[in-house]
């Protein structure tokens, strides 16, 4: 799916993403992400591959993403914006990509991962499959 531009913008601000996987007994698992697009997929770096997100996503790849805006829509409500979508994991990358992120959210010239030669990682791909929130995005 094509993601509208001001959806776009959002993903590609500094608001933190929620990102919801399900355990396997089907309970939601709730962690904040860091996240960006490449092309118009939602992608987000993971260095400790043992993390109950990633293995969730890779038992079962359905998940949803919220992230809070700053705008506000009539009648006063504050926009957000939910990505429900299919998710895959790549092998490698998650430094490269932590370190472009890092500019977004905490700055420029920040170094991160702040260590020699982190692990290669895990590259969370979400295809997006349906838009939902408040926001122009929805319209």
Known sequence: MKLPESARKLVESDALA????LNPDGSPQVTCV???LDDDEI???HLLADQRKLQNAARDPRVALS???TGIQPPGLKQYLVLH??????EGG???LLQRLAHVYLGPGVRFPPMDDPPP???MRITV???GGVGPWTS
Do not use: N, Y
């Not at 929620?18 to 996987?21: C, E, K, N």
């Not at 979508?85 to 790549?90: D, F, H, I, K, Q």
């Open 67 to 69: 992230i809070e805006g």
């Open 18 to 21: 929620h990102l919801v996987t």
């Open 129 to 131: 499959e349906r838009i």
């Open 43 to 45: 992608v987000s770096g």
């Open 34 to 36: 860091w996240v960006g």
């Open 121 to 123: 990682g895990k590259v």
């Open 85 to 90: 979508g299919r998710a895959r994991l790549e």
């Open 94 to 96: 998650a430094p490269e």
